[in-house]
């Protein structure tokens, strides 16, 4: 998130703009999915959370800093 500002006072900037919004609509979809939702989902991507990483198409650790999966 980039942060322009004076002193104390950060002001996002429309790149960290659009980053808020985005986390604000993926919390309101999982709160709608509920906890047994949700875990179903985490079953149906847990396959696919290990192929990609494995493709070697994504290098890791990657641009976020988030460290390869160990499972």
Partial sequence: ?????VGHVAVLTAEGLDGCEVESRTDA?????????AARVLALLGPVAEEVPASGVIPFPGPTGLPACDH
């Fill in 1 to 5: 998130m980039s942060t322009e500002g």
């Fill in 29 to 37: 979809l999982a709160a709608v999915l509920g906890p047994d939702g």
